[in-house]
């Protein structure tokens, strides 16, 4: 089946729409606050109640679950998350299930975590509890993609990716495309996802910061957070 991908970047926030065959596919769905951008978007595409068949949520961070509860009731679509961060979501505890110790890279996501909290809360982020547990290897196609998820912790332990058969890879946090800029909540994690992705079949990588990016030219540069 193939599918179209349309990035929609929500104030620095993308979430892509992916339209397959059987309808929509939502991957992130931004701050609460973008809510109408977000929406404007999705219609201009033409998904619209009935056909929006499943939201996808790459981690449990506001800027990316932000939407969810919202589009869940207008839409009618099941929401699928990881379970190691559904506690996020059903909290509004963006320290749900990360390390409780505080080292370098922790203290920057408290520090992240309480401003986007901050922020979310200022547009009211609607607590819910997610549809569908997923895991490395689920698969998309009943919902008209041809795409399995891989479970990818390191931001969050809950981190999925969604990668297609033809090697289109929407890596949530994971990598993001702005220089100098990861955020790893466990190293450990983050090095293992690595390289779990430089061993799977992956052309254009879709982040949730920043424009697609080639994981090959990636795994290349010398910056990057290993
Ligand atoms: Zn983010």
Redesign the pocket.
């Known amino acids: 089946m193939p599918h179209e991908i349309k990035p929609v970047n929500l104030g620095g926030?993308n979430c892509y729409l992916v339209k397959t065959g059987a309808g929509f596919i939502l991957i992130d769905t931004g701050f609460p606050s973008k809510r109408a951008a977000l929406e404007r978007e999705m219609e201009k595409e033409g998904c619209q109640p009935g056909n929006l068949k499943l939201i996808v949520l790459t981690h449990g961070?506001a800027?990316?679950a932000g939407n969810g509860a919202y589009l869940r009731e207008k839409y009618g679509a099941q929401i699928a998350m990881h379970p190691d961060d559904w506690g996020m979501v059903e909290r509004g505890d963006m320290g749900w299930n990360r390390k409780a110790k505080p080292d370098k890279m922790s203290i920057v996501f408290k520090i992240m975590g309480a401003l986007i909290m901050f922020f979310s809360k200022a547009s009211q982020f609607d607590l819910f509890k997610p549809d569908l547990a997923v895991d490395e290897g689920f698969d998309l196609s009943e919902y008209g993609a041809d795409a399995k998820v891989v479970h990818i912790p390191g931001h969050s332990k809950g981190s999925i990716g969604v990668l297609t058969t033809g090697g289109d890879l929407f890596c949530g946090?994971l990598l993001y495309n702005m220089p100098g800029f990861f955020v790893a909540d466990d190293a450990a994690d983050y090095n293992a996802s690595l390289k779990k992705l430089s061993s799977l079949k992956i052309n254009t990588v879709y982040p949730?910061?920043g424009k697609p990016f080639s994981l090959e030219a990636f795994m290349k540069k010398k910056n990057r957070y290993l």
């Open positions: 926030v961070d800027d990316h946090d949730g910061h």
